[in-house]
């Protein structure tokens, strides 16, 4: 059906490319945007003139121009609206100077989805799917070309020499969890080897004016991250040692047997309960009591037993508090008193206790913990001797 439509030049995409809406008569046309038809077009004219991607993406910001993203939310595009994508890109940009559906010619299936892992794949340009002429264009063939010899000529003079810098950038321990506090964009790893830098930076400063996140070496990021979290171990050390000993504790021991005790009589009330209302009906059909008095009392064991279901659960859920969280073998503390002997940061280390690094400045940074709710409720509750 996908294959047909995209044959016939029919426009199957959620939404239409900045510039175009989706035609009222017919969904799979794409109409020009009044609003947003004029911003495409100087877009290609600004790239024609030779500036750069990001150059247009900072004008167009520095404008106060909603990007894509911005205004399908304004428009109601999105079930659950996106916090990101709230600023022009060079990608973005990127993404309309090479489409030539501004040309009037509509090209899909440019991806594909693996059958292994169902990534997407990018197909190359001979299975494309392109018809000419399916829909008023925003721009000249002529101008698209030109934009298209500008982009390449730009390629052949700097991609080259920066793939090569960039063809040895060994690991990224930091990869997608490093973030910028401005564009909550993950800050790009940048190597050159031929120079001897690895470091971070934010990939949309240059776009966002209000973006003033430093450039900062790698080794001073990892040095930085893991001073925080060799407190954090220290912390978990003494946390577990106090773990230890309250948990060993005659009041903790107290505690649990005077909870499994409770539990016991929740159970035992709670059968006790249902077996007197299994009863209630004979008790009715031997016109024992009235039907008001049936109907009363029911209600009555009904009320009855969803109390003492709640007050079993609230029992239940206090005593795995105490004996399996509430113990030096916690394994949120666990994970992090693990690496106590580790001498500098690990891929390790990152994956399995941080969630997101916030850079604030290049001697400030926050970590955002995984299972942070949990680790810091085990830390305070040891603190303050399991109450």
């Known amino acids: 059906m996908f294959t047909t439509k995209q044959n016939n030049g029919d426009y199957i995409g959620w939404s239409a490319p900045y510039g175009y ?110 018809v000419r002429n399916t829909h008023e264009p925003i721009i000249s063939d ?18 080259v020499n920066r793939r090569a810098r ?20 993950a800050m790009q790893h940048s190597v050159n080897t031929k120079y001897n830098y690895r470091n971070y930076h934010c990939v949309m400063r240059r776009a966002n004016p209000n973006c ?6 790698e080794a001073v990021m990892l040095d930085l991250v893991f001073a925080v979290v060799q407190k954090e171990i220290i912390k978990a050390v003494d946390t577990q040692k106090l773990l230890a000993k309250v948990s060993g504790s005659k009041k903790h021991l107290d505690r649990l047997i005077n909870l499994q005790q ?28 009235t039907e008001e008095e049936f109907r009363q009392m029911k209600d009555k064991y009904i009320a009855e037993a969803e109390r003492l279901q709640t007050e079993l659960a609230d029992f239940e ?7 399996t969280v509430f113990t030096k073998d ?32 290049a001697d400030t940074v926050e970590i955002i913990w995984r299972y942070a709710d949990e680790y810091n409720a085990v830390c305070d509750m040891a603190k303050a001797g399991g109450q």
């Open 262 to 289: 409770s539990i016991r009589s929740a159970n035992m009330s709670i059968k006790r309960n249902a077996a007197l209302k299994s009863r209630l009906f004979d008790t009715f059909a031997d016109e024992l009591i």
């Open 330 to 361: 916690n394994k949120r503390i666990a994970s992090f008193v693990k690496f106590k002997n580790q001498k500098a940061l690990t891929g390790d280390m990152v994956s399995e206790l941080i969630e997101k690094i916030i850079m604030h400045s």
């Open 21 to 130: 809406l989706k035609s009222e008569e017919n969904n799979n046309r794409l109409v020009i945007d009044p609003e947003t038809a004029p911003i495409a077009r100087q877009i290609f004219e600004w790239k024609a003139e030779g500036i750069g991607m990001m150059g247009i993406a900072r004008k167009l910001n520095d404008m106060g121009i909603p990007s894509p993203r911005q205004r399908n939310i304004a428009m109601g595009r999105y079930k659950n609206a996106p916090t990101d994508g709230q600023f022009w890109t060079d990608a973005t940009i990127a993404w309309i100077i090479k489409s030539p559906a501004y040309a009037g010619h509509m090209t899909q299936r440019k991806f594909t989805r693996s059958s292994v892992n169902g990534k997407q794949i990018q197909l190359s340009k001979d299975d494309w799917v392109v």
């Open 317 to 323: 859920r206090e005593h795995e508090r105490l004996s």
């Open 142 to 159: 002529e101008l698209w070309e030109k934009v298209q010899t500008v982009t390449k000529q730009y390629a052949n003079n700097f991609g």
């Open 166 to 185: 960039r063809s040895d950038k060994g690991i990224n321990i930091l990869k997608g969890i490093l973030f910028c506090p401005y564009c909550n964009k």
């Open 212 to 217: 003033s996140t430093e450039r900062i070496k």
